[in-house]
């Protein structure tokens, strides 16, 4: 695999697994009054569909880090991630590279910071985006 590709992959990988966090941002808004929720995995296949239960304390200290996200066993790939943490049934990954610098960009809880980071770059980038793989 070339350096650009690998570059494209990791940045892939973190813009798909951002999706599913944003989904997961929508679930913890509804569950915020109990103590646990089944989240959506956010491994980067475009197909899954796989819930990862957790408490609700779980995934705040998890979204702590914009370049965090839980998968189910099995659905990490080592050459756009790396293993952080095990939990009793998921894995906690942190984006490689490229995406590490993707996984933050799209974190919905920095918004604020992105949009005025862009403004004052002038860059205009648009962050809308699809999961694709």
């Known amino acids: 695999m070339t350096d650009l590709a690998r570059e494209l992959r ?8 951002s999706l599913f966090r944003q ?4 679930i913890e808004q509804l569950g915020a009054s109990g103590s646990s929720d089944a989240f959506v ?23 702590a880090d914009g370049n965090r996200f839980f998968v189910l066993v099995g659905h990490e790939v080592p ?9 009793d049934d998921y894995l906690v990954v942190s984006k490689l590279g490229t995406g590490g610098d993707v996984a933050h960009e799209f974190d919905p809880r920095h918004d604020h910071e992105l949009r005025a980071s862009s403004a004052l770059n002038g860059n205009g980038r648009s962050r809308a985006f699809k999961r694709t793989i």
């Open 79 to 87: 050459d756009v991630e790396a293993v952080v943490e095990t939990g």
């Open 10 to 17: 990791l940045e892939r990988a973190a813009k798909n697994q």
């Open 41 to 63: 995995c956010e491994c980067m296949d475009a197909r899954c569909a796989e819930r990862v239960s957790m408490t609700l304390e779980e995934y705040e200290r998890i979204r």
């Open 23 to 26: 989904v997961n941002e929508g």
